[in-house]
T-cell receptor, first 113, second 111 residues
Framework: DGGITQSPKYLFRKEGQNVTLSCEQN?????MYWYRQDPGQGLRLIYY???????QKGDIAEGYSVSREKKESFPLTVTSAQKNPTAFYLC????????????FGPGTRLTVL | EDQVTQSPEALRLQEGESSSLNCSYT??????LFWYRQDPGKGPEFLFT???AGEEKEKERLKATLTKKESFLHITAPKPEDSATYLC????????????FGQGTTLQVKP
């Protein structure tokens, strides 16, 4: 089946630890995105990548890092510098960034203990 | 600055009671208005894309319409399984592909 997978579904982290969230897609999409969702707020863009080996900061990139070494994969690292990392993280992709619909993965819920 | 506002924040309907959700937007050079459905603890599920004022799209009990300032998601004779949060997003003229999301409308349909 084609689609976007995110793992793990739930993730717990102690303060001061870095953690990496996985996002994989087999849709052959060029563009990939990471959003953060908090209760009562709309989705906010963290990072995006329009092509392999290139990525740009979104609106709330501080405390996060990404890589795009393969077309299919766009992992997100939540670093200890992120002040309030507890949230629901969503990965999305689309064929090209300018006009196409974005499709979302199932999400990862990160909780900092 | 591109902005999206959805109303109401929450809506409770009886099964069969039709209603509409509103999405007001300001964007420079609209390149698409998107509606998604999101169930608790899951990723958003794509519903519709609208590109120009006057455009309408339908899927089962849902119909989305678009004007130059807002979009409506009309729900006809809703069923309990239509209960979810409905998200609206717009894409502007920048080449980033970035979507600007509203806060969502949480719909509850009671049997």
């Amino acid at each position: 089946d084609g689609g976007i997978t995110q793992s793990p579904k739930y993730l717990f982290r102690k303060e001061g630890q870095n953690v990496t969230l996985s996002c994989e897609q087999n849709l052959n999409h060029d563009a990939m995105y990471w959003y953060r969702q908090d209760p009562g707020q709309g989705l906010r863009l963290i990072y995006y990548s329009q092509i392999v080996n290139d990525f740009q900061k979104g609106d709330i990139a501080e405390g996060y890092s990404v890589s795009r070494e393969k077309k299919e994969s766009f992992p997100l690292t939540v670093t200890s510098a992120q002040k309030n990392p507890t949230a629901f993280y969503l990965c999305a992709s689309n064929p090209q960034s300018s006009t196409d619909t974005q499709y979302f993965g199932p999400g990862t819920r990160l909780t900092v203990l | 600055e591109d902005q999206v506002t959805q109303s109401p924040e929450a809506l409770r309907l009886q099964e069969g009671e039709s209603s509409s959700l509103n999405c007001s937007y300001t964007v420079s050079g609209l390149r698409g208005l998107f509606w998604y459905r999101q169930d608790p603890g899951k990723g958003p599920e794509f519903l519709f894309t609208l590109y120009s004022a006057g455009e309408e799209k339908e899927k089962e009990r849902l119909k989305a319409t678009l004007t130059k300032k807002e979009s409506f998601l009309h729900i006809t004779a809703p069923k309990p399984e239509d209960s979810a949060t409905y998200l609206c997003a717009v894409r502007g003229s920048s080449n980033t592909g970035k979507l600007i999301f509203g806060q969502g409308t949480t719909l509850q349909v009671k049997p």
